[in-house]
Nanobody, 124 residues
């Protein structure tokens, strides 16, 4: 079982930036696709971004394209989500996820390990 721990959430004003990080304990981290999902109050969890096992491909939700950037450092078993130009609608709990994939999937079912989440709150 992969152990994922998110960090970096917080309360910011609209237009600000935050960088989320996710630390993995999985030995095969470098061969996994990593993703970020989020869940706002009263809403279903939704896809945010994903990056393949060697960073050859990334995939973003339309709502965050051009504002968020996903990256990974395999030597550190870390994946990051740089979030810029934050909007109040970005407020959610953000989850890191890992999956044994070769594509940057946007489907929850493709990811078999999840972190506990970190809260991001953007005030207007």
């Amino acid at each position: 079982q992969v152990h994922l721990v998110e960090s970096g959430g917080g309360l910011v004003q609209a237009g600000a930036s935050l960088k989320l990080s996710c630390a993995s304990s999985e030995e095969t981290f470098s061969s996994q696709t990593m993703g970020w999902f989020r869940q706002a109050p009263g809403k279903e969890r939704e896809f945010v971004a994903a990056i393949t096992w060697n960073s050859y491909a990334t995939h973003y939700a339309d709502s965050v394209k051009g504002r968020f950037e996903i990256s990974r450092v395999d030597a550190e078993k870390m994946v990051h989500l740089q979030m810029n130009a934050l909007k109040p609608e970005d407020t959610a709990v953000y989850y890191c996820a890992a999956g044994p994939l070769f594509i940057a999937s946007n489907k929850e079912a493709d990811f078999n390990s999840w972190g506990q989440g970190t809260q991001v709150t953007v005030s207007s």
